[in-house]
């Protein structure tokens, strides 16, 4: 048995503990034994409609039962899905599903208020490599001839699959995950078995994450960090709680009502469940879980560990993710001001980001990243995909970084975030924590915008606490007592939100266009 394989790894978890609860939504619940049979009645309804192993399906779902399920079906037939955000324009659904080259699509009838049966039928005649659609929840509508119901599908005698060989799980694709393209086109990253299975088994040791836990996917399914969080709660051989999408209140109740013990999320999830009057009455008691996805303040992380004691991680979609993460043994300020260590068999290094070579300890840098979870590439991008990596094979992750002795690694910020200011660098995320240690400051997004004299300038983007009265010259004469003049905000904005992508992160290049324009209307 392949045990880096996905399917392989599904099999053995559904036999050891068929009777387990494996997925739970709203009122229905799948223990391990009755999720193989459907998967199993998936994937012969696949074969018959023509899918081939090498095809790639598209997941077009919020976070369903639907979409588990039909992932493990897909990784039996080593046919590799693409996770797509049921959000998406009919332009950006048009271009990922033809660039991904899509085979077949696994599809909700309506999300939100958009009616995506709908609109799949009007994609239908541009997308010509398209086979069939499955469509969950379409019982009562006229379909396409293309396009079938999932409860046929799975209605079907569930009789395992013919025994077959399973492919190299470390060159088999299970997934093309496209990035969310805030600094350009997205990229479809391509994930073999063994990309995302190891570093989820590692990640799951490193948390100490059991089958009597019971785990809360409340991010994104369709991102890395969603996928990351299904797949270890099954290598686990553990309960996965699935929130069709993350609302604090309706988590809270979720949370209490499903006795969860492990929260996974971004740190704006965190931050939102604490303001729920629910959570001051009352805060539950979880055990661990996984906070990523943007930074993490020290004061943040002190926070939610009064209630759950959360582990930091660092990764990216290329790197399946986890490439570091804190272990509850590490020592105290560690934990709280890095995001760990790396997982067993990730090497890290910070290189010059002009000339490649690797820096020493203590200095700031260009991440570069060689390990199991490493993509095999971009999606039909070889140009895009060299320009990745280094010669010696370690991928170029974009982010400023800094190694300490004891191998602890600090997120400073991303490299196409680095404001050179009259020759000096600032790194916004510096700046930001020092500015959120201010008491009217709940959250804080600092950019910069060009100058004909300095090059550039750097912007604070303030969101204020609450009824806070707080002024743009009181907040840069707080920088100035602690900072070099030259990291002193040049100015200072204050506004109600930021701009997010769908996997809650600031849209750091749209913030710093409106503040260029706003300036550009007033002087």
Known sequence: ??????????????????????????????????????????????????????????????????????????????????????????????????????????????????????????????????????????EDRWLDSRVYRWADLVARAPTPLEP?????????????????????KPKGVVLTHANVLEPARLTAGAIVHTGDDRA?????????FGLHVVVMTLASGATLVLQERFEAAAALELIRRERVTLVHGVPTMFELLMREPAFAERPPACRTGIIAGSPVSPQLADRIRRWCDVEIAYGLTETGPTVTVTRPQDPAERRRATVGRPITGVEVRVVDVVTGTVHGLEAVGELAVKGPGVMQGYFRMPGETRRSFTSEGHFLTGDLAILDEEGYVRIVGRRSELIIRGGHKIYPRELEDFLRTHPAVDDVCVVGIPNEI?????????????????????????????????KVPDLVRFVDAFPLTGSGKVKRRELAQVVSLELSTTT
């Open 1 to 138: 048995m392949l045990t880096g394989h996905l399917a392989a790894q599904f099999a053995e978890r559904a036999e050891q503990h068929a009777d387990r609860e494996f997925l739970v939504f709203g009122t229905r619940r799948m223990t391990y034994g009755q999720a193989r049979r459907e998967v199993d009645a998936l994937a012969h309804a696949f074969t018959d409609l023509g899918l081939q192993p090498g095809d790639r399906l598209a997941l077009v779902m919020p976070n369903r039962p639907e979409w588990v399920l039909a992932l493990l079906a897909a990784a039996s037939l080593d046919v590799a899905v693409v996770p797509l955000d049921p959000a998406l324009g009919a332009q950006e659904l048009r271009y990922q599903l033809r660039h991904a080259e899509a085979r077949a699509m696994v599809v909700v009838d309506v999300w939100r208020d958009t009616d995506l049966l709908e609109r799949m039928d009007q994609l239908l005649p541009e997308l010509p490599d398209l086979r069939f659609v499955v469509a969950v929840a379409a």
């Open 454 to 486: 300095l090059g550039e300038l750097s912007v604070a983007c303030v969101v204020p606490v609450e009824g806070a009265i707080i002024t743009p010259d009181e907040l840069r004469a707080f920088s100035r007592e602690a900072l070099a003049d030259y």
């Open 216 to 224: 809360l996917c409340a991010v994104p399914c369709n991102g890395i």
């Open 164 to 184: 077959h060989e399973l492919a190299d799980p470390s060159r088999t694709p299970l997934a093309i995950l496209y990035t969310s393209g805030t600094m350009g």
